[in-house]
Nanobody, 124 residues
């Protein structure tokens, strides 16, 4: 089974930037970033369909976050800009069980492989 390892989290002031990385041990068609803040449900942040390079974003992240992938390095990235205190959360990358965005979407239950998470803390 594919394994995922995130890195790049940390503490930053509001308005700052961070780049998260997710190294995969194999090819994955649909990968996504999710986050979970204390006391809140896990939510989808961004996703990428490797087949066509199509990217998807949750509405509140569109324009501030950019998802990308380096196929040679099998690494998924999440560039986060203009960070806000409400972006504070544990961020996870995940691999969808199927090769279809229409199956995966931002439904966390469609993703069957998860990384260990990386903490992002934004102070105001």
């Amino acid at each position: 089974q594919v394994q995922l390892v995130e890195s790049g989290g940390g503490s930053v002031q509001a308005g700052g930037s961070l780049r998260l990385s997710c190294a995969a041990s194999g090819y994955i068609s649909v990968m996504g970033w999710f986050r979970q803040a204390p006391g809140k449900e896990r939510e989808g942040v961004a996703a990428l369909y490797a087949g066509g390079g199509t990217t998807y974003y949750a509405d509140s992240m569109r324009g501030r976050f950019t998802i990308s992938k380096d196929n040679a390095k099998k690494t998924l990235y999440l560039e986060m800009n203009s960070l806000k205190s409400e972006d504070t959360a544990m961020y996870y990358c995940a691999a969808c069980a199927r090769d279809s965005w229409y199956f995966c979407g931002f439904n966390q239950y469609a993703y069957n492989v998860w990384g260990q998470g990386t903490q992002v803390t934004v102070s105001s």
